[in-house]
Structures are given as C-alpha cells and as structure tokens.
T-cell receptor
Framework: GNSVTQMEGPVTLSEEAFLTINCTYT??????LFWYVQYPGEGLQLLLK?????DKGSNKGFEATYRKETTSFHLEKGSVQVSDSAVYFC???????????FGPGTRLSVLP | DTAVSQTPKYLVTQMGNDKSIKCEQN?????MYWYKQDSKKFLKIMFS???????INETVPNRFSPKSPDKAHLNLHINSLELGDSAVYFC????????????FGNGTRLTVT
C-alpha cells in the first residue's frame, strides 16, 4: 500500500540533546518526501523536503536524507531547543497523483 | 501577505446545525485541499480540487460538501453537524508539480456540542 510510518511519540528530550525521528514510507515510484512541523495552535509548516534519492533536505538545523534503499527519511537535529517542541509529520507526495500522505505525527517535548 | 487563510478560526455549534468554513489562497496555486485533524493529531485528506474540479473525494459523509467558486477559493459546508465532526479542519494548497509542498492555513477548530 501507500503509507507513511513514523516512530511513536511522545519524545521527551533535554535541551541540546540529539534528536532522531524515524520515518519510513511505502509507495509506487519515487515520491517527493517532506517533513512538516506543527507548533501548538498553528497549522502545519513545511520544515524541509527532498525530491529524489540521496537528496538531503535541511532547515533550521534539522536534516533528513532520502534513502531509497531503506525507504526512509529520518529527521535529525544535533542540538534541540525548547522552541523545537512541536508535532512533526513526515509526508510523501505521490508522483502519480496529486495526493499527499501523512504519517501519524510525533510529538516532541524539549525540557530546559 | 501571501498565504492560505481560512475563517473562522474557532467554530462552536450545536448538533444538527449547518455551518461553513471558508478558505482562500493568494499563492496562485492550482490545487486546494481540505484535511481533517482529530484529537490524536491524525491528518486525513477529505477533498482536493484542481482548478475548480474535484479530483480527490475520500470516504467522507455526504453531509460534507466542498465548493470551489474559483481556483483561489475552496469552502467547506457541513450539514446536520454531529458530535464526531468535532476536529480541526485545515485548508491547504499546492502547485501542480510532484515536488511542490503543501501550504496550510492555520486551521478551524470545530466543536459540536
């Protein structure tokens, strides 16, 4: 099927800790992949994207690499801040349509 | 400002009522969407329109009816509201290209009592 799977949250980290949120996908073809972030009370914002295999998306210290071999797009950040507390969604775009499929979201809480 | 804007931000209403949520985008995008986010933050697509034409219509009760008067607007009308309709509804838009991301509005929190 076509789906996106993320690690279950919530994830609680101390400030300056290393973050990894796992994401794997299934799809026909090679879809563009995205990470979105949703801060409390707000809509989803694009965090980063990668459009082909081995591409690395990066923004605000976050990175994710498109791994075709493992069908993964794990989100990483070397040193999280309290302001990174939010819900993170992995998503894929289907090259054969105009549909976006979202993972279930992972809530991150960063403690001072 | 260029954005996806939806109104109202909050909507509290009683069961059985009919309500509408409006959405407008000034990004020049061809495609607009409605998503429903439940209390566990799961996002589910409801509808998608491309240039005023319905292209995605997921399994949604027919009490929900989208209307797109032009490609910059996609409104959502809900008849006979039920308790289970309580959720946050997000409008979004994108350009027609397989690398283009979604741009979201800030959501409408619907509470049915």
């Amino acid at each position: 099927g076509n789906s996106v799977t993320q690690m279950e949250g919530p994830v609680t980290l101390s400030e300056e800790a290393f973050l990894t949120i796992n994401c794997t996908y299934t799809a026909t073809g090679y879809p563009s992949l995205f990470w979105y972030v949703q801060y409390p009370g707000e809509g989803l914002q694009l965090l980063l994207k990668a459009t082909k295999a081995d591409d690395k998306g990066s923004n605000k210290g976050f990175e994710a690499t498109y791994r075709k071999e493992t069908t993964s797009f794990h989100l990483e950040k070397g040193s999280v801040q309290v302001s990174d507390s939010a819900v993170y969604f992995c998503a894929r775009h289907d090259n054969y349509g105009q549909n976006f499929v979202f993972g279930p979201g992972t809530r991150l809480s960063v403690l001072p | 400002d260029t954005a996806v804007s939806q109104t109202p931000k909050y909507l509290v209403t009683q069961m059985g009522n009919d309500k509408s949520i409006k959405c407008e985008q000034n990004l020049g995008h061809d495609t607009m969407y409605w998503y429903k986010q439940d209390s566990k933050k799961f996002l589910k697509i409801m509808f998608s329109y491309n240039n005023k034409e319905l292209i995605i219509n997921e399994t949604v009760p027919n009490r929900f009816s989208p209307k797109s008067p032009d490609k910059a607007h996609l409104n959502l009308h809900i008849n006979s509201l039920e308790l289970g309709d309580s959720a946050v509804y997000f409008c979004a838009s994108s350009q027609v290209a397989d690398t283009s991301p979604l741009h979201f509005g800030n959501g409408t929190r619907l509470t049915v009592t």
